[in-house]
């Protein structure tokens, strides 16, 4: 997961959600620039060729930039899993709480904290796509189709590092770069879930392959902003080791009962409903995480 970089975490002063990130909700109205006069020319060589003024330039109107958020929102979370990471694992209400108040107060409730998994939603979107068009249409059209026929009867995990650049294109962000880490590790995680052979996919295969891509991103995330000591607490490396699988575990269960409760198979989407589909997944699998947590601290 990249965690015993020296990265110190999110910055809990930067806002929730990014002035850039686009809104999941309907377009709103097109503001209209503000119109700056110009003075009208004083000779033909300030006039337009039809003999008129110039259009007065206009000014966009951008939208606000979010209030900073607050600088210690991520404290609790941070120092409680690093009490679950110094703990070998063992401190399961340490994590309890971690999670339980990642999800509640470091990143807004659910709704907002699947919103800040933008570029993993996007790429998610992009996955299952790809993913759907060759179960229906045949590996090699699907292929074909993003000029990758070179992959046709590739094994699966050539197949699955062709489409990083299409599922994941390279970003400067943080955010772009969880995107793509969970994606490589999903690739790694192809052959231990039975998934072998790209020309014989199955729509169960296609469920798993959403299911670990979207637990890998979010926990990839949860990791950057509040898992910074999970490699370099544990007393030893087979401590560390039980810290992740824990975790992972933590995460999967809950995207796989998020992909439950949706009540829909991927496979049935239309092409214009994976995106709707991935965002509501990715939030109810934060609200079950909070739940989850809330339940680990009130079961010791």
């Known amino acids: 997961m990249g965690t015993s970089n020296s990265y110190g975490g999110q ?14 909700g309907p377009p709103a109205p097109t503001p209209q620039p503000a119109q700056i006069p110009l003075p009208a020319p004083t000779s033909d060589k300030g006039a337009a ?15 606000p930039i979010p209030a900073p958020g607050d600088s210690v929102r991520f404290a609790a979370a941070r120092n409680n899993f690093s009490r679950f990471a110094s703990s070998g ?25 699947a919103r800040r998994m933008g570029p993993s939603r996007r790429s998610n979107t992009r996955l299952v796509n790809v993913l759907s068009s060759a179960i229906v249409n045949g590996p090699a059209e699907a292929l074909r189709t993003l000029k990758l026929g070179n992959l046709v009867g590739r094994p699966i995990e050539e197949v699955f590092l062709g489409l990083v650049d299409y599922v994941c294109p390279e970003g400067g962000t943080i955010d772009d770069g969880i995107a793509r880490d969970a ?8 052959a231990d879930n039975g998934i072998t052979n790209f020309d014989t996919l199955t729509v169960d295969q296609l469920q798993t392959v959403f299911e670990l891509y ?10 950057n902003d509040i898992g910074t000591n999970m490699v370099t607490f544990p007393a030893s490396a087979g401590d560390a080791a039980n810290v992740q699988a824990q975790l992972t ?3 999967r269960r809950s995207v796989a009962d998020a992909l439950t409760r949706a009540g829909t198979s991927i496979q049935a989407l239309t092409l214009g409903l994976v995106a709707g589909f991935v965002s509501g997944v990715y939030e109810q699998a934060f609200a079950i995480l909070q739940s989850m947590g809330e339940a680990e601290v009130d079961a010791e």
């Not at 910055?11 to 999941?24: I, T």
């Not at 994606?183 to 192809?190: A, H, K, N, R, S």
Request: proline share 12%; glycine share 10%.
């Open 11 to 24: 910055d809990g002063s930067k806002p929730l959600v990014p002035s850039w990130l686009p809104d999941e």
């Open 183 to 190: 994606f490589i590790e999903t690739v790694g995680d192809l």
């Open 49 to 63: 060729p039809d003999g008129l003024p110039f259009p007065a330039p206009t000014v966009p109107v951008l939208p």
């Open 249 to 251: 575990d933590f995460i």
């Open 214 to 223: 979207a637990s890998h991103a979010i926990e990839a995330r949860l990791c």
């Open 89 to 113: 694992g063992h401190a399961r209400r340490s994590l309890g709480r971690a999670i339980s108040n990642y999800v509640s107060r470091s990143s807004g409730g659910s709704r907002t904290a």
